[in-house]
């Protein structure tokens, strides 16, 4: 099937599946207000500038915001595994101190109760 034929195919793919979407009566009110404000915007271009300015200015802020967020994890990962080698020597020592020597917790001994 040659490229032309494959998107005529989807564009009438997608104008039946609309079709038959707006037999529901609330999507076609989705679709009533959605065409009223497409409208709008298109008669004031200066409100459609404005409005995509605001979102544009919010994306960005948002993609700070992670940046930051993901700066902070990292560096919290970063201390943890730094940390990490201090607990489990301090976990041996705590465990040869009170441990009666020659007896070990290696291998998966369990407590019993």
């Known amino acids: 099937m040659g490229k032309g034929k494959f ?3 989807v564009a009438i793919g997608a104008a039946i599946g609309g079709a038959i979407a707006l037999l529901d009566r609330q999507t076609r009110a989705e679709m009533k207000e959605w065409a009223v404000y497409l409208f709008e915007m298109a008669k004031d271009p200066e409100n459609l ?3 995509s300015r605001e979102i544009m200015n919010r994306a960005k802020e ?4 992670i940046s930051e967020d993901v700066s902070y994890i990292r560096g919290k990962v970063d201390s943890l595994r730094d940390l990490t080698p201090e607990v489990k020597d ?3 020592e705590t465990k040869s101190t009170f441990l009666p020597e020659g007896e070990s917790t290696a291998g998966g001994a369990s407590v019993t109760h």
């Open 90 to 92: 301090l976990v041996d």
């Open 7 to 9: 998107f005529t195919k």
């Open 49 to 51: 500038s404005a409005s």
């Open 62 to 65: 948002t993609a700070q915001q």
